[in-house]
C-alpha cells in the first residue's frame, strides 16, 4: 500500500518568514515528486516537480529529495498572504503512470 | 501545458439521477486520469481512462458505477451513475505530459451536489 504522508497543519507564518512544508512516503521505488498548491475552491496547480536527489530552486520554491530518508519538501521564501493555501505532495512509482497524493498541507500566512 | 476544460462547472442533482461529465483538452494526450476529492480531504483516483479500450479502474471504484469513455486523444467523459448524496464531490479530470513527461496537470472540476 504506498502511503503519502503529509501534516495536515495548517501552518501559520508571518509574511516574509520562510514556509516548510513535508512529505514522506512508503514506497522505496518512487522516482518522481511532485508540489501542487490548491486554493479553497479551486483545482490543484503543479508549482514544481522533482527527480533528483538534493535541491531544485525556481523563483521562491526550493523542493529538497531525499531518497534515502524517503522525504521530500519544499520551502518557500519570502512567504506572501497571497501562498495561502493547501500544499500537495504526490509521488510517482517507478513503472507507474499513477500519482498517489498525500492529505496536504493548509499553509496560511499573516500580514 | 495542455489547457483542460470541462463541463459543467457544477450541478445539483437529484438522488437517483446520472450525471455525465466532460473532459476537453485542446492538445493530444496520451494519459488521461478522473479523480474525486470529498470535502475536506486530497485527491483521490478513479480511473485511468484508455483511448480505445476500457478504463483502468483504481480499487473501490467500478465500472457499473462510474462508466468512462475516451473516443480520441484530446476528450473524455465520467458518468456518475444512480447518484446518493455521498457522491456530492468535486470530480477533476488530468492529463500527463508537458514540462517533464510525467507531470499531471488538472482541469478547472466539476463541483457535484447530491440531494
Known amino acids: 500500500q504506498k502511503e503519502v504522508e503529509q501534516n495536515s497543519g495548517p501552518l501559520s507564518v508571518p509574511e516574509g518568514a520562510i514556509a516548510s512544508l513535508n512529505c514522506t512516503y512508503s514506497?522505496?521505488?518512487?522516482?518522481?515528486f511532485f508540489w501542487y498548491r490548491q486554493y479553497s475552491g479551486k483545482s490543484p496547480e503543479l508549482i514544481m516537480f522533482?527527480?533528483?536527489?538534493g535541491d531544485k530552486e525556481d523563483g521562491r520554491f526550493t523542493a529538497q529529495l531525499n531518497k534515502a530518508s524517503q522525504y521530500v519538501s519544499l520551502l518557500i521564501r519570502d512567504s506572501q498572504p497571497s501562498d495561502s493555501a493547501t500544499y500537495l505532495c504526490?509521488?510517482?512509482?517507478?513503472?507507474?503512470?499513477?500519482?498517489?497524493f498525500g492529505k496536504g498541507t493548509m499553509l496560511l500566512v499573516s500580514p | 501545458s495542455a489547457v483542460i476544460s470541462q463541463k459543467p462547472s457544477r450541478d445539483i442533482c437529484q438522488r437517483g439521477t446520472s450525471l455525465t461529465i466532460q473532459c476537453q483538452v485542446d492538445?493530444?494526450?496520451?494519459?488521461m486520469f478522473w479523480y474525486r476529492q470529498q470535502p475536506g480531504q486530497s485527491l483521490t483516483l478513479i480511473a485511468t481512462?484508455?483511448?480505445?479500450?476500457?478504463?483502468?479502474?483504481e480499487s473501490g471504484f467500478v465500472i457499473d458505477k462510474f462508466p468512462i469513455s475516451r473516443p480520441n486523444l484530446t476528450f473524455s467523459t465520467l458518468t456518475v451513475s444512480n447518484m446518493s448524496p455521498e457522491d456530492s464531490s468535486i470530480y477533476l479530470c488530468?492529463?500527463?505530459?508537458?514540462?517533464?513527461?510525467?507531470?499531471?496537470?488538472f482541469g478547472p472540476g466539476t463541483r457535484l451536489l447530491v440531494l
Open positions: 504526490a509521488v510517482l512509482e517507478s513503472g507507474y503512470s499513477t500519482l498517489t
Open positions: 488530468s492529463v500527463q505530459g508537458g514540462q517533464g513527461q510525467e507531470t499531471q496537470y
Open positions: 514506497d522505496r521505488g518512487s522516482q518522481s
Open positions: 492538445s493530444q494526450v496520451t494519459m
Open positions: 522533482i527527480y533528483s536527489n
Open positions: 481512462a484508455n483511448q480505445g479500450s476500457e478504463a483502468t479502474y
